[in-house]
């Protein structure tokens, strides 16, 4: 599968891919554009989507719509968007995201609330208002871009970064089980340490360099786990020989000595205060 194009009975409607501009979001869509699967493109970074765009329009037709989904009022003027333009979207990728650093006190609410909506808020609405369209395609696909960091105990610091990607990981489960006879598979991309951006946003690239080379993942392999778990309809995707080993340990560990691990790695790489 993950050296192929998609079926061509497969390839009604776009891919929406959320937070498309670079990371994570940006290899998803390269990958789906490799096996022939048209894209709709949307972040806050108009010009990083063009470019993108204009390097995938060689393979299939792409669209770009920039939106800030940390807006409550973005799913619906981006949903309004897709359908003045006629473009009905069968799969859907909520990859959209990122982290703020420090512990719970140290950031304002108004920070915490934005975060919320992208992470929680625009997910669920983005996702309710696309599903029929999901469903009508009679292939499609949800897949929810999380964290390993929902599968092992919270950390200190970004206090609400564990709590949402563990949201994600029940929401998909709630998605997979409830559309299986509409011919949706939902599935919940878990990828550990990532190569991209991310740790720039958050200002922890200096104490991330620190971590060990095998922890560290490439962007095009997590999307193509993602992509190939989808569409064989995997609800749970976890990238990475390494990162699956580890999810083993902590069903194995009990949840004291987790914390105890965990508490004393956060000081170590996060920028808690």
């Known amino acids: 599968m993950g050296n192929e194009r998609l079926p061509s009975n497969d390839q009604r409607g776009y891919a929406l891919v959320t937070g498309a501009s670079s990371g994570i979001g940006a290899a998803i869509a390269r990958e789906y554009a490799r096996r022939g699967v048209p894209l709709v493109l949307t972040a806050r970074r108009l010009d990083r989507l063009q470019a993108l765009a204009t390097e995938l329009r060689a393979q299939v037709p792409v669209e770009t719509i920039a939106a800030d989904l940390a807006e409550p009022t973005a799913p619906a003027v981006l949903v309004q968007e897709l359908e003045r333009r006629g473009l009905a979207i069968r799969i859907l990728v909520n990859n959209a995201g990122y982290g703020v650093p420090g512990r719970y006190l140290r950031n304002d609410w108004d920070t915490h609330a934005r975060f919320l909506q992208l992470m929680v ?43 949402v990607k563990a949201w994600m990981v029940k929401f998909s489960e709630a998605l997979a089980l409830e559309n299986a006879d509409h011919g949706v598979h939902a599935t919940v991309l878990c990828p550990g340490f990532t190569r991209s951006e991310f740790h720039d946003v958050t200002g922890t690239r200096e104490m991330m360099s620190k971590l060990p080379s095998w922890l560290w993942l490439q962007a095009d392999e997590v999307a193509r786990v993602g992509i190939d778990a989808v569409e064989a309809g995997r609800v749970v995707a976890v990238p990475g020989l390494a990162y699956k080993c580890l999810r083993m340990l902590v069903w194995l560990l009990p949840d ?9 790695n956060s000081r170590r790489i996060r920028s808690i205060e």
Do not use: C, H
Request: glycine fraction near 8%; proline fraction near 6%; charge should be positive.
């Open 121 to 163: 808020g625009t997910v669920a609405e983005l996702t309710w208002r696309l599903l029929p369209s999901i469903r009508a395609s009679g292939a499609g696909r949800i897949l929810n871009v999380s964290s390993f960091a929902a599968l092992v105990p919270a950390s200190d610091g970004q206090t609400l970064y564990a709590p």
């Open 256 to 264: 004291r000595f987790l914390l105890k691990r965990m508490a004393r």
